[in-house]
């Protein structure tokens, strides 16, 4: 047996250098090169590389490509099994199951271009790595011969943060729902105002994840929240003890209004409360020390219409994306998710409308409108 899955047949020195000729010499293979961004190599029929555009080989760390040429894909990148029996890549028991070789060989067969998940294992230096990369394989037919171009995307980081999130939620989901079992029984046995506010914030906590798990899958519409009444009274309430200690209030006034309506709503609590008090907190970041955050009620015919205003004003060109999902003024990666969750929740799920304005001469209002049903 000479090889386990893919032709172990390998091009002569002669036919390499004109196929390496041939791919120098074309106009369209250059320009694909030197043109596209990501990982771009040009193989021939029996799966040797004879073109690298300058990703690739700034990747690999080489500063000769003719010291890659002619090698195969595992060879060039280091696959632990390369060089196996019984004829290195593409022909070891583990090829079969390796996406880029089973992505060129689906593609010199003419089905077209093929794209399959690359697992792949490297050793350097007595280190071993392992990434994920998504490899896109097509043919294409220069002076009679027939080449394989394939595209690499690493997608390592991508699929190590997914295989991290399962785990995240899907632990803490069974811790806090531990934690609310808990809670509710602490309830039943101590009637103190403290036991019902370890509730709710066990309750706050569970829904937060779930929504939280949501966000991260992108199937936000398929939550579907509880719906009890609740009254600004209650709302208010709990903001007050959301914030009476927290960091952003400290050196910041509240002021909090005289008087409330009486309109009861029918709304997810848990879910109600993260809207407002992001809107609270957005405010009180936007406040300097001693400065003024108002909040207050309004009841327009059958809704409930909780209002956040503070002082400094949001720049014109920062209005028109406040609501844009990955955008923000603060600098690092994910932010930009506390405005989008507030009108996704608000309006997506609850069935409200999150607005704004902002301007030198008013400052800014944020206003989140509750339906009564």
């Known amino acids: ?20 000729t041939t791919v120098t010499t074309s106009p369209v293979i250059q320009e694909l090169l030197h043109s596209i961004g990501g990982l771009i190599a040009v193989l021939d029929e029996h799966r040797q590389v004879v073109g690298l555009n300058d990703s690739f080989l700034k990747t ?35 090829c079969s199951t390796c996406g880029a070789v089973v992505a060129m060989v689906a ?27 998504m490899v896109r394989a097509s043919t294409l037919t220069l002076e009679g011969r027939k080449f394989i171009l394939l595209f690499l995307h690493d997608v390592t980081l991508e699929h190590l943060r997914a295989a991290l999130e399962r785990t995240f939620f899907h632990d803490m989901g069974n ?11 602490l309830v039943r046995e101590d009637h103190s105002e403290f036991a019902s506010m370890i509730y709710r914030a066990a309750l706050r ?19 579907r929240p509880s719906r009890d009444d609740t009254t600004a009274a209650e709302l208010l309430a709990e903001l007050k003890g959301i914030f009476s200690k927290h960091d952003a209030a400290s050196e910041k006034s509240m002021l909090l209004p ?11 609590q848990s879910l109600a409360l993260r809207v407002m008090a992001n809107m609270v907190l957005n405010a009180l970041e936007a406040t300097e020390e001693h400065g003024e955050v108002k909040l207050w009620f309004e009841q327009e015919q ?44 608000g309006e997506k ?10 301007s030198t001469q008013q400052g800014t209002l944020f206003k989140f409108q509750i339906p009564a049903h």
């Open 107 to 133: 593609a010199l067969n003419g089905e077209g271009p093929v794209e399959e998940l690359c697992s792949l294992s490297t050793q350097k230096d007595d280190t071993t790595r392992e990434y994920a990369i």
């Open 175 to 185: 811790m806090f729902t531990g934690l609310l079992g808990a809670s509710q029984y």
């Open 205 to 223: 906590l569970h829904k937060e994840l779930e929504i939280q798990r949501c966000l991260f899958k992108n199937d936000f519409l398929e939550y």
């Open 60 to 94: 690999l760390g080489v500063d000769d490509p003719g010291s890659v040429l002619g090698l195969r894909l595992g060879e060039v990148m280091g696959c632990v099994h390369s060089s196996d029996g019984p004829n290195g890549c593409g022909t070891t028991r583990y």
């Open 302 to 345: 059958d809704t409930l219409q909780f209002c956040v205003w503070n002082e400094k004003a949001i720049p014109d060109e920062v209005q028109c994306r406040i609501f844009q999902r990955s955008f923000s003024t603060k600098e690092g990666p994910g932010r930009g998710v506390g405005t989008f969750s507030m009108q996704l929740i």
């Open 1 to 20: 047996m000479d090889t386990y899955f893919a032709p172990a047949e390998r091009t002569t020195n002669d036919q390499l250098q004109e196929e390496i």
């Open 258 to 268: 005289d008087s409330l309506p009486l309109l009861t709503v029918k709304t997810d």
């Open 349 to 358: 799920i609850l069935g409200g409308k999150v607005s704004f304005s902002s």
